[in-house]
């Protein structure tokens, strides 16, 4: 492995710098620019967010190399996994910019601020993928977070998405206060908030004693309300439900990727000698997690809480490959995070495309017969929802495959079975809307009142490129495995 | 002088208090006050940490909880004022639109 240690690297903070520059960009034309300009925003974030993608990609090391660089004192890494983990954030993101444009026109609220904050929270990602340092991780989680809170609430006129944007602030911040408690005991325990140096320490140690075990644990706690793991999972449902379809689609996989993110390169970069410890924890949370996610999930009647549920499930499947660590574990993280991002994103466009002015649409009793009237969309919702149940031959019943082998391969045969069964649960939830779209009649008197639905090209194009991707996850997986199997190396 | 357990009691002892809080208290203000007195908890443990090792890297860390923290309280206020112009509560037990 080839170390580089210099201070100042721009070039490491390429994409990033990038992102700040574009939204900066866009409050600036929000502020100077006259009003018929209006509609541009969107599209001038999508060009800042293809700039970052152009350049992750051509970062110093190509994806051929191992190579890790430290810069900034050791505060900052660019290697491949963190490299594969912004290039399924730029991705979650470019989606949720194409799905909002439409939105937020027939919400009338197309302002810049949306836009700015969109990429402010995919800039904390970012960091929190590439900090090597707990200091550098817990600003970007803050960087993420407080920009969600502000979307979360972004269509303040609506009584729903105010409650939901307080509810997320007031857990949000109480889950940020066990991440910085656990980050103050490890400072404490090893005198360093380097991931590497506390790596160092805690092997030449022997153990850390029992302080920065409840660092760990405190730590586990934060990280698990960051992916709405149960039990720190309430705020989701609410906050899914309340917040705006497109903002909702962008929680749900981009943020929830860059906690796995950070979270694996604490635990398996500078706590792997507690492994026996949090082996135990994580354990239980992801058995909590898939099989209490996936059981609410089945009584739900708002698709946006049903898929709020299943993304805690989701979030249980990613536990799994967590705790197989290693390379196969990591490298199914990476899989099953893009799969999961391609599908879920998918998934609230059409619902958006459905949903209607106002989302007036969103029980799962006003999918009825869509098959018919929406043929196209239906089809993709299926596709979508087939993924998220884990159907050949799409990308979720591979990623879900690798999680399972991988688990089982290294020795968690019990956890890969609670897996499976809790799978087969979630078709009845998944199915569930598609027997609505294609086998029930619609509902009359609803139907003439809610006319309208959601469409644009962009629209199209999100759910394009969605679809696009859950397929070629699926019938294609070598290619994605190769990326993904050159990311997780420099890690460990 | 003090000892650094002393210090590290105190703040496990705050942060407590606030965390028993954000469960107790019913109104969103006092829950965010309680959020700020965990935060500040942990400041103080950090600083004791870093005063007894010597260490420079605690000392920025709580500036920048600090400068967090601010950001964190001018979005909170402002989303608790949205709501309150829609519904006039901050009690969280009558902001209850999403169930299930």
Redesign the interface.
């Known amino acids: 492995m080839e170390q580089v240690m210099s201070s100042i690297n721009l070039s490491a903070i390429a994409p990033e710098l990038i992102l700040v520059v574009c939204s900066l960009l866009i409050l600036l034309i929000q502020s100077f620019a006259p009003i018929r300009l209006k509609g541009w925003y969107g599209y001038v974030s999508l060009i800042g967010v293809v700039g970052a993608v152009a350049v992750v990609l051509t970062q110093p090391q190509s994806f051929e190399l191992r190579a890790i660089e430290y810069s900034f004192n050791g505060m900052w890494v660019v290697d491949n996994y963190c490299r594969f983990f912004k290039l399924i954030f730029l991705l979650g993101t470019g989606l949720t910019i194409l799905i909002s444009i439409k939105y937020l026109d027939n919400e009338a609220m197309q302002h810049g601020e949306y836009y700015a904050l969109i990429i402010f929270a995919t800039l904390g990602m970012m960091i929190m993928s590439s900090g090597a340092e707990l200091?550098t991780i817990?600003?970007g989680v803050?960087l993420m977070s407080?920009s969600l809170?502000?979307l979360a609430?972004y269509t303040?006129?609506r009584?729903?998405s105010?409650?939901?944007?307080?509810?997320y602030?007031?857990l949000g911040?109480?889950a940020?206060?066990f991440l910085?408690?656990g980050?103050?005991?490890i400072?404490?325990s090893t005198?360093?908030?380097s991931i590497p140096a506390i790596a160092k320490f805690i092997a030449g140690a022997g153990f850390g004693g029992p302080t920065i075990v409840m660092g760990m644990a405190l730590l586990v706690i934060g990280f698990g309300f960051k992916t709405a793991s149960v039990p720190f999972h309430m705020w989701a449902?609410?906050v899914y439900?309340?917040a705006p379809a497109p903002v909702t689609a962008f929680m749900s996989a981009g943020p929830k990727a860059a906690a796995f993110a950070a979270f694996a390169r604490i635990f398996m970069e500078a706590l792997p000698s507690l492994q026996t410890n949090w082996t135990m924890l994580i354990w239980v949370m992801a058995v909590l997690t898939m099989s209490v996610g996936n059981v609410i999930a089945l009584?739900?009647?708002?698709i946006k809480?049903m898929l709020a549920y299943s993304s805690i499930a989701h979030a249980g499947y990613v536990l799994v490959a967590f705790l197989s660590a290693g390379e196969r574990g990591i490298s199914s993280i990476l899989y099953y995070m893009l799969a999961y991002t391609c599908m879920n994103i998918g998934a609230f466009a059409v619902i958006t495309v459905l949903a209607g002015k106002g989302e007036q649409r969103v029980r799962i009793a006003d999918f009825r017969g869509l098959g018919y009237r929406h043929p196209i969309a239906a089809l993709a919702m299926t596709l979508f929802l087939f993924s998220l149940a884990g159907i050949p031959p799409t990308g979720g019943f591979m990623g879900k495959f690798y999680i399972f082998s991988a688990a089982i391969k290294e020795g968690f045969v019990g956890l890969a079975i609670i897996g499976v069964i809790n799978s087969v649960v979630s078709v009845y939830y998944y199915l569930r809307v598609t027997v609505a779209m294609y086998m029930q009649a619609p509902d009359t008197a609803a139907e003439k009142e809610i006319p309208v639905t959601v469409f644009s090209p962009a629209l199209v194009i999100a759910i394009f490129i969605s679809a696009y991707g859950v397929l070629s996850l699926g019938l294609f997986p070598s290619t994605y495995l190769a990326m993904v199997k050159l990311s997780f190396l420099t890690l460990l | 002088m003090v000892s650094l357990n002393s210090y590290l009691m105190l703040g496990a002892v705050l942060f407590s208090i606030g965390a028993v809080g954000v469960f107790t208290q019913r109104n969103a203000l006092i829950i965010y006050m309680c959020i700020e007195l965990m935060l500040n908890a942990v400041n103080l443990t950090i600083i004791a940490f870093a005063r007894f090792l010597n260490s420079m890297d605690g000392h920025v860390f709580v500036f920048m909880i600090m400068t967090v923290a601010a950001a964190e309280a001018a979005v909170g206020l402002a989303i608790i004022i949205s709501l309150f112009r829609n519904k006039a509560t901050v009690n969280v037990d009558e902001i209850n639109l999403s169930k299930g």
């Open positions: 200091i817990f600003l803050e407080i809170y502000v609430g303040r006129n009584m729903i105010n409650e939901a944007a307080l509810k602030f007031l911040s109480f940020t206060c910085l408690y980050i103050a005991l400072y404490g005198g360093t908030t449902p609410d439900e309340g009584v739900q009647e708002n809480r």
